[in-house]
């Protein structure tokens, strides 16, 4: 696959006809690659139909400018295989799995090697989500075992405990290390993350690109300081939030910035 680093966005759920123009608006703004179907995706709410309508659109739209990283999990790994396959099959680039999805104390690196091995020949993204695991996070021992198959190509983490992260920037190679927390994202690149998935990326992609890019620790904090601004803007608050606030919120700026992209 393509190798992926910076910016790598986690899509909205939106329509087919929408959805286009994000992955153009995205595209033309420089991210290092697209994350559909993930938490921001609402991947646990979507069906067969929809799954398959989502990947085709964001594959075809895309056309190999970007990466195209599929969320695949689901609670069962009949339907995790299959995600897998439907993303391979459609011209994705990686499928994102969450080990522990449901099972936060099942074997990570059992049942990773079990999706590897199962005879599907395809790139896999690790997803650190406590939120999905009842609170746990993968072990870092795990995450080490794991990044020794070849098929493994990164880890986004979302746990917020920047203790943990250290520990997988540590643990693994840097640039296959990706921040999903857009608070701490400065902090994250300054320690040689190879990138980040942040959801205001849905709105402010080149904000986001430019903290990634950028080597100027003044401009660095700057755009992490522009972040938190239009977190709350958008959010409606910078802590406290609930995931409708974002979601309804991002869904919100884009439509504004659709209006605006189409009058011009």
């Excluded at 936060?104 to 005879?119: L, Y």
């Excluded at 190679?173 to 300054?190: H, Q």
């Excluded at 190879?194 to 959801?199: D, E, K, Q, R, S």
């Amino acid at each position: 696959m393509k190798y992926v680093r910076g910016i790598v966005p986690p899509l909205i759920r939106l329509k087919p006809d929408k959805l286009r123009h994000l992955v153009d608006y995205l595209c033309d703004n420089n991210v290092g690659g697209l994350f559909v179907l993930g938490s921001t995706g609402e991947f646990e709410d979507v069906d067969r139909d929809e799954r398959y309508q989502t990947v085709r659109t964001v594959v075809d739209q895309t056309s190999k400018r970007v990466p195209v990283l599929v969320g695949c999990t689901k609670n069962n790994l009949f339907e995790t295989l299959y995600n897998i396959e439907l993303a391979r099959d459609l011209g994705a680039d990686c499928a994102v799995i969450v080990p522990n999805y449901h099972e936060p104390k099942s074997d990570c690196v059992s049942c990773t090697n079990h999706i590897i091995n199962i005879g599907i020949d395809f790139p896999i993204f690790l997803y650190n989500n406590p939120g999905l695991s009842e609170g746990a996070s993968i072990p870092i021992d795990h995450v080490k075992r794991i990044f020794e198959f070849d098929a493994v190509e990164g880890i986004k983490d979302s746990s917020r405990d920047y203790d943990y992260f250290e520990k997988l920037l540590s643990s693994v190679p840097k640039d296959k290390v990706f921040m999903g927390d857009e608070t701490l994202l400065e902090r994250a690149f300054k320690d040689g993350a190879g990138g980040g998935v942040p959801t205001i990326a849905n709105v402010i992609p080149h904000v986001c690109v430019r903290l990634f890019e950028t080597k100027d620790p003044e401009e660095r904090s700057a755009m992490q300081q522009e972040i938190l601004r239009y977190r709350k803007m958008v959010y409606g608050r910078v802590e406290g939030y609930t995931v409708d606030d974002v979601l309804s919120g991002t869904k919100k700026a884009f439509d504004e910035i659709l209006e605006k992209r189409k009058s011009f």
